[in-house]
């Protein structure tokens, strides 16, 4: 319908005609569909604006016709929308996130995401396992540009459940498809062509919680660095935030960026590699020395300097030592002040962990003298007000988590043992005493971090 042969018409049905015709994208992808409307559009025309008709329209014509453009325009645009989406390349889908079937009576979802400045479609496309399950995406599932899309299995009735797992981006049957605990696979494919695939082992997220998603390290977002099993990691367990707790004890992050994986955050966090931390030349008499004055302390970084030994070989004699350090103040550390964010909580969970180290990692000398204590350490987690599912995971885990995890820990560990000779250590108790933190300096820390926490809460 061209403008030549537009009727004659008042001006606001002109505009509405205007209206009509600088709706119609032009560009080929979004011109398919617009026929039909169009045709409708001229159906209303006809209707309304023939010749039997006043040329000056009512203003209740005027309306309808409004009303007829608004409606096919916006349909048209959505339906061009829909048309403009399309199935994704090799690698611009990327599985980012998974949680497998642990039990039956729990949800198992799978997180994608877009890694493309296009929207795409998965209508169609096929997911697949090991396990011989196939799932066919039978109707639309739209994602935009940059964003995340979950898929699961049901819709779980717990408490503060993430947006994405009870708002579903696609539901599927469990007796269609399921995630395994692994060794498994899971391939995306499209028109017959694999988009993305992840391959995982064994699914085994540690003593704390049977629930923890299994994700990709929030910077490899992409389909090579994906296939890289070091790139993926058990969801952080909460220590400064519940963000991504979740239920009853699950830890993971569907439907928004991953945390970042512990081993790529801390720099000094080692597992299962005590040869990664080995210091060589400690001299252990003087820094139990320096171990013995701290615990004199009434501060919840009394413990620390056991902590920063957790992962040095030791003698039987000295685990002797470090058995009686704890069994002598352990309850105690349940009155510590506080040190800014450090309590007792952190105090008490950072002694039992290397209780477990040590024990772990010693022989049979060394863990007969450290029995007792170990014993007692593995039950002060469930004591905790807080970091209970970290500590959990720390002192009882099949994985050892070792080394001074970051910056605060390796500069303290550097203060605190004795390694003469060694540059980076302190090197000797007197020279401890002499650079370490007094009452006062402590006091003024604190009150300057309550400070900042007031001023934080009341300026958020």
């Avoid at 409708?40 to 006809?46: S, Y």
């Avoid at 269609?176 to 064994?202: I, K």
Wanted: aromatic share 10%.
């Amino acid at each position: 319908m061209g403008h030549a042969e537009l009727p004659s018409l008042d001006y606001f049905s002109r505009l509405l005609y205007y209206m009509y015709n600088s709706c119609i994208v032009e560009s080929p992808t979004q011109r398919l569909g617009h026929s039909h409307f169009k045709h409708r559009i001229c159906v209303a025309w006809q209707l309304n604006w023939s010749k039997k008709l006043n040329n000056k329209p009512t203003n209740l014509r005027s309306i309808r016709f409004m009303v007829c453009i608004v409606v096919a325009c916006g349909v048209g645009h959505s339906v061009s929308s829909a048309s403009a989406a399309q199935h994704p390349l090799p690698g611009s889908i990327v599985i980012s996130e998974l949680m497998p079937n642990v039990s039956e009576a729990d949800v198992d979802w799978l997180e994608f995401y877009n890694s493309t400045q296009a929207t795409v479609d998965l209508n169609g496309c096929t997911l697949t396992d090991d396990q011989n399950d196939e799932l066919t995406f039978d109707r639309s599932l739209i994602i935009q540009p940059n964003s995340y899309a979950v898929i699961g299995s049901g819709k779980s009735e717990e408490v503060n459940q993430p947006a994405a797992l009870t708002n579903l981006a696609y539901q599927f049957s469990a007796d269609d498809f399921q995630l395994s605990t692994g060794p498994d696979q899971v391939a995306l494919n499209c028109n017959g062509v694999l988009v993305d695939r992840v391959v995982y082992q064994a699914y085994r997220p540690g003593p704390a919680t049977d629930f923890r998603g299994w994700q990709l390290e929030p910077n490899s977002l992409n389909s090579s660095d994906n296939d890289q099993l070091s790139n993926w990691c058990y969801t952080g367990l909460p220590i400064l935030s519940d963000e991504n707790l979740y239920g009853k004890n699950k830890v993971a992050s569907p439907g928004r960026v991953n945390p970042e994986c512990a081993t790529k955050a801390l720099p000094y966090l080692h597992i299962n590699n005590q040869q990664a931390v080995l210091i060589d030349g400690i001299d252990f008499d003087e820094t139990l020395k320096i171990a013995t004055e701290e615990l004199t302390r009434d501060i919840a970084t009394a413990e620390l300097t056991i902590w920063a030994l957790r992962d040095q070989v030791i003698t039987p004699d000295v685990a002797r030592t470090i058995a009686d350090l704890y069994q002598d103040n352990i309850d105690k550390l349940y009155q510590a002040e506080p040190f800014t964010a450090i309590d007792w909580n952190h105090a008490v969970w950072h002694f039992a962990w290397a209780i477990a180290n040590l024990y772990r990692n010693g022989d049979s000398a060394v863990k007969a003298e450290l029995q007792q204590a170990y014993e007692d350490a593995i039950t002060r987690p469930k004591t905790l007000e807080r970091f209970q599912l970290v500590a959990t995971d720390n002192v009882l885990g099949h994985e050892i988590l070792m080394g001074d995890a970051h910056d605060a820990g390796h500069g303290f560990a550097q203060g605190h043992i004795v390694v003469p000779g060694n540059p980076d250590y302190v090197q000797s108790y007197e020279e401890y005493l002499e650079n370490r933190r007094s009452d006062f300096a402590t006091s003024v820390i604190n009150a300057l971090f309550d400070g900042y926490v007031f001023f934080r809460k009341l300026f958020s």
